[in-house]
């Protein structure tokens, strides 16, 4: 799971290697921090806890023809979109793509996964050739739709998610074009800071510039060139001699999203033959009404996402990784939509799903091999929320963000051990959730509490990580409260599916609590959702408010098992008990693991366990 | 000659097996559901269920018809099929 680069010189290649090893390897090291550096430079300007806290960022490099070089961090759908987004320019503006230009693209039918991840992409030369391209991302503060935030459940359709651009060219040789800058900032919220958003990209852009010619400078456009076509002709051929030491097979995967009583099936088939991995949606619902479809180009990503960490974990993740797997998404599909389908929920929506349904295929791949088992996951969190608060904060000013938890995650399970609580997620290899602090600080809200969520982890011999909750109410706010948007696709299905045997993690919820009239006597202090007085609504979809004594109560779904739980080791089970992470009754219910007197008591474990694998034969087949 | 074709499978002289106790479950190369024990328990009733599921949708768990030992699970929507996955030995 680790990302990292192999220091393994290239397996596999045919070609005549002219450049020393040595060099190749500090280039290829040096690409990487050109990426790392522009990450911080993004994180530096940026002033928004998503791009800061959550983590809701990529940067990479790419060739001059906008194939992908370097993949670097961040959500990794990303790497491949913004691939497109460098095409689509390199196609539109041919002829005018000038030293010194950058490009601003967030249109969902072109490259982008919906319109309030804009990519902001630069041109790199050298002696006035086009060598070079550096992309970037950041979910703007607003982006204008009809929801503040930019995911937008009220939506229709493309037309009301806010500015939308196939490409403009946002600095002509270095100089900004304000006449386009004034307009874009016009027409959305909270300008400032969707102007330091646009900032963090062009600055980011900047220095990965510099750093490549830097690069270039030092060791020569031919010696560069050469080693970006080793690294991308490597990682095809480690690739493929991965796939070649997988077992052939087909395997599927089916995933559950609901809006407003409308249930959507997103199903993938996944073949491996020999050297080339196939994902086919063939069989997905048509696309929705709702927000939560997405484009092509964003199955594409989604798919990838998993796949970069699970397959390419020591791969360069370039061109060359893409080269062996092929998609089939059918045209008016969820994962295919038709413009001008909406598309803004497509990250937590559809995408997601494409993740979780890869992220599961290929996790039944790598278990079927002796060699790659250790590899094999169950899938991780797989349900973000996307809480878009706004609203007049304690200091009278319009604060727009989201809530960061989405991006806590939890770990699916591993073949020798258990996923990691609260441990992130698979698409992200550096996603995480702000301090309460933080929060609290921009927002007139306070928690009541935040923590791990018990028999949130699937159950197995090894269990997900757990998932958590929190509770907030409004706080010190000028106009008694705030408002939130909320598109919870999938409070109703599991989605973090077990693998082998393991269950799967347990679904989000959310909850209006709504207080009791009597609000001096509300519990200001409570510490479960049990405990909020008042009568509780469940909610997904749409916008909320959160004012007065009311309270919202949030969980998120933790990572799927893996193996039997029957198997799980009953003193881990004991553990997980005396840790909070699961209830008596999972203990023995699922586990078939009893206490007396607060040890395990092996004879009555063992007849329970016994018990209820006889009640799994009495079941019969289903032949 | 065993070999692995999951956490909980085996394929021997070309039977898909239970990887526990060794229980045939059909040909290697075909779909193996079909022969193991199936129970399926609403997801609204499993241990920290949410508010608000769906509650139609069920775990199925696939069990070795010999020795209990759990295979897979999938969540499913009882209209629709069971997930297919086949590995070519």
């Known amino acids: ?623 | 000659m065993k070999k692995r074709i999951s956490e909980s499978l085996v394929v021997e002289h070309g039977t898909i097996c239970c990887a526990s106790c060794a229980h045939a479950l059909g040909p290697a190369g075909a779909s193996w559901k079909k022969a193991a024990a199936l129970s399926t328990v609403p997801v609204k009733d499993l241990p920290g269920t949410g508010s608000n599921v769906e509650p139609r949708v069920v775990l199925r768990r696939f069990a070795c018809p010999n020795c209990g030992h759990l295979l897979d699970t999938e969540t499913a929507l009882p209209e629709d099929p069971f997930l297919e996955d086949v590995v070519s030995v």
């Open chain 1, 1 to 623: 799971m680790c990302w990292s680069i192999s220091n393994t010189w290239p397996a596999g290649n045919d070609r005549d290697w002219t450049m020393d090893p040595i060099t190749f390897s500090i280039i290829r090291h040096r690409l990487f921090r050109v990426i790392e550096e522009a990450v911080i430079t993004l994180k530096h300007v940026s002033g928004s806890a998503v791009t800061n806290e959550g983590h809701d960022l990529m940067v990479s490099l790419y060739q001059a023809d906008g194939s992908l070089l370097m993949g670097g961090v961040g959500f990794l759908h990303h790497l491949t979109s913004a691939a497109e987004a460098c095409k689509a320019i390199i196609r539109k503006f041919a002829g005018q793509i000038a030293d010194g230009d950058m490009f601003l693209l967030n249109d969902p039918y072109t490259a982008a996964l919906h319109t309030s991840d804009i990519y902001v992409v630069a041109p790199i030369h050298h002696g006035g050739r086009l060598v070079a391209w550096s992309a970037c991302f950041v979910h703007v503060t607003d982006i204008g739709a009809m929801n503040p935030g930019g995911f937008a459940p009220e939506a229709q359709d493309i037309f009301t998610e806010g500015f939308s651009s196939p490409g403009i060219k946002l600095i002509d040789r270095g100089e900004l074009r304000q006449d386009l800058w004034d307009t874009i900032l016009n027409m959305v919220r909270s300008p400032e800071m969707v102007a330091l958003d646009l900032r963090s990209m062009i600055a980011c852009n900047n220095v990965a510039r510099e750093r490549m010619l830097a690069l270039i400078n030092k060791y020569g456009t031919d010696v560069v060139d050469d080693a970006c076509r080793t690294l991308i002709s490597q990682s095809e051929a480690r690739l493929r001699e991965r796939l070649r030491e997988l077992p052939d097979g087909r395997w599927q995967s089916r995933q559950y999203l609901e809006v407003k009583g409308e249930i959507y099936k997103v199903l993938l088939t996944m073949t491996k033959q020999a050297d080339t991995l196939a994902f086919d949606f063939t069989g997905s619902s048509p696309q929705s009404k709702y927000s939560v479809n997405c484009s092509k180009w964003a199955s594409l990503g989604g798919l990838f996402a998993p796949l970069f960490p699970l397959l390419c974990y020591d791969i360069v993740w370039n061109e060359g990784a893409i080269r062996p797997i092929t998609m089939i998404a059918p045209d008016g599909s969820i994962v295919n939509c038709t413009r001008p389908a909406p598309v803004s929920v497509a990250t937590v929506g559809a995408i997601q799903s494409v993740n979780n349904a890869a992220c599961s295929t290929i996790g039944k791949m790598l278990a079927a091999s002796e060699k790659y088992a250790d590899e094999a996951t169950a899938v991780w969190h797989a349900n973000h929320f996307a809480i878009f608060m706004f609203g007049n904060n304690q200091r009278g000013r319009l604060a727009i963000g989201i809530l960061t938890e989405t991006f806590a995650g939890a770990g699916g399970a591993r073949t020798f051990g258990d996923g990691l609580d609260i441990g992130g997620e698979i698409p992200n290899p550096i996603s995480r959730m702000a301090n309460v602090e933080t929060i609290e600080a921009q927002f007139p809200i306070r928690y009541l509490f935040r923590r791990r969520l018990i028999d949130s982890g699937g159950a197995g011999k090894f269990r997900g990580g757990a998932g958590g909750e929190l509770a907030i109410v409004a706080h010190d706010a000028p106009d008694g409260g705030i408002h939130y948007v909320l598109s919870g696709k999938g409070p109703r299905f599991p989605q973090s599916d077990g693998l082998c045997g393991g269950y799967p993690g347990a679904v989000n919820d959310y909850v209006w609590v709504h207080a009791p009239h009597q609000a001096h006597n509300t519990d200001r202090f409570a510490q479960g959702l049990r405990e909020i007085p008042g009568d509780d609504e469940p909610i997904s979809w749409g916008v909320f408010p959160l004012m007065g004594d009311d309270a919202l109560y949030v969980r998120w779904n933790g990572g799927g098992g893996i193996g039997d739980p029957l198997d799980r080791a009953p003193e881990k089970v004991k553990a997980d008990l005396a840790a909070g992470v699961i209830s008596r009754q999972a203990a023995g219910e699922i586990y078939g693991v009893l206490e007396t007197a607060g040890s395990v008591d092996e004879k009555a474990t063992a007849a329970k366990r016994k018990q209820l694998r006889r009640a799994r034969l009495a079941a019969g087949s289903p032949q």
